[in-house]
């Protein structure tokens, strides 16, 4: 880790007309680090996240970013344009449904080398090896590349997902949910994966989750929202193992034990 | 009992309204000023059904003057519904000489062809075009399609190509394919083949384009770069035909395929009808080719 961070938040809050969506969330992310927002639904996770992913402007507070040249640039004073250059370049964006994120009636392929094309690779060979490279990093056979994602299950499709975020080489991703809806042994095999990947090319990562043991497994760090504040940030483990707020010792304690 | 009425004073010289033709010369301006840019423009509703031509009816009835010679084409032919009856549409609206040889028109308005003899400057060709946005079938949402335009975000075009070489070995588009004008905007050049795309690139005439239903005008003004897209490893490539035009014998030009009788027969002719009637005039004739010679050029004066 470099002794600069990755993205600085400071004070940002999103209300929708009086309701809070989050409120005062300052924080910084450290190049290579995984953070996780837990919390339950309704706590402004969300909000939160897609208010640093640009698709939401916020209230009021700032986010700024260091960009690849080590410039910090301040998020929402960037042009539409930067920012969608950026969200297709530097970093990725994995939802929770992945018929968000992937073009369903495209095939694999074309999915995961859409972004190489977007940022002006014009040549047919090098996209389809990368693509086929890209494949494989996530366990997909290679001669399922020229199919739709639509006949692909649910933990294929999020992976296919995850292939077409990292294929430009991103600094940060933001996940929403990424182990929502998929059964527990492909939510397993999903996250080792997704484990894999981020300590192999040194990601930065911010992942929304309302499951404590993703949290423990994909992140070094994490903050517990309610009602869109931060009641509680720290390691992974020290949060989960010693919660100190009320509402987080509630949240612990309420996991099921099989 | 018929007391033929000497001129039809209810419509305005080129059927539009003058207040009509001026909003849709604006639009043409605009559109030559930011080539391969789509201008919004309030389409009219024209005496015919939409996707038969009312955006090139439009553009043509905004920019033709007493003096125009009019062709119109369809499909390459000269003699087909549409292009009958928007010719007669004009002579009566307009009261234009109207002809079918390419090189003395001086507006052609054509739907899905570009003529084969080369254009010359001071010519316009008018375009009919169905569905102006090239990124239409990729990306539905209009309010992101005008983004991506503004942004010169073209990722998604190439993935449709990227598409036709994964699944059929090659780029299968083979009309309406896109091409970059100027270096800047991803133009729809209309369902022309990609056959035609190469004689836009520099063209010297003024080519305009109108959607009427689509409300949109787009143009390539003359000498202006089109570039049609493709790949580094498989680049755009025109059709070739193996054999030539069954009545004139011409060679490297766009063939359409005819039936000729319940038992497979067929042959392949000029798509172009003024080309291949002109070369039969000339004294050359392909394998299948009456004997009789045909009437060539047919101008009428107006009525």
Known sequence: ?258 | MTAQPTEIATYNFAYLDEQTKRMIRRAILKGIAIPGYQVPFASREMPMPYGWGTGGVQVTASIIGPDDVLKVIDQGADDTTNAVSIRAFFKKVAKVVVTTDTATATIIQTRHRIPEHPLTAGQVLVFQVPIPEPLRFLEPRETETRKMHALEEYGLMHVKLYEDIARHGRIATTYAYPVKVEGRYVMDPSPTPKFDNPKMHRSPALQLFGAGREKRIYAVPPFTDVVSLDFEDHPFEVQTFDQPCALCGAENVYLDEVILDDHGGHMFVCSDTDHCEKRRADGHHGHLAPETHLASEKTEPAE
């Open chain 1, 1 to 258: 880790m470099t002794d600069e961070p990755l993205l600085r938040v400071s004070a940002l809050s999103k209300f929708y007309g009086s309701r809070v969506g989050c409120e005062n969330v300052t924080f910084d992310l450290w190049p290579g680090e995984v953070l996780a927002v837990v919390g339950e639904s309704g706590s402004g996770k969300t909000t939160l996240l897609n208010c640093l992913s640009t698709r939401l402007l916020p209230s009021s507070g700032t986010a700024s970013y260091r960009m690849r040249d080590g410039q910090w640039r301040e998020l929402y004073r960037m042009s539409e344009a930067e920012r969608r250059f950026l969200m297709r370049t530097d970093w990725g964006f994995v939802h929770q449904n992945p018929a968000d994120g992937l073009r369903m009636t495209v095939s694999a392929g074309a999915n995961v080398g859409e972004r190489l094309m977007a940022v002006g690779d014009r040549h047919y060979g090098k996209i389809r090896a990368t693509a086929v490279d890209w494949l494989s990093r996530v366990e997909i056979d290679e001669d399922r590349i020229d199919d739709e994602p639509r006949a692909f299950s649910g933990g294929m499709r999020q992976r296919l997902q995850i292939a077409r975020n990292l294929v430009t080489g991103p600094r940060l991703v933001f996940m929403d949910e990424p182990t929502g809806g998929l059964d527990v042994s492909v939510q397993a095999r999903l996250l080792d994966l997704l484990r894999g990947l981020v300590t192999d090319l040194g990601l930065a990562a911010i992942v929304v989750t309302h499951d404590l043991a993703v949290a423990r497994l994909l992140s070094q760090r994490m903050m517990v929202m309610k009602d869109g504040r931060v009641v509680e940030s720290g390691l992974t483990d020290r949060v989960l193992d010693d919660p100190r707020a009320p509402y987080t010792q509630l949240l612990v304690s309420s996991i099921l034990q099989v």
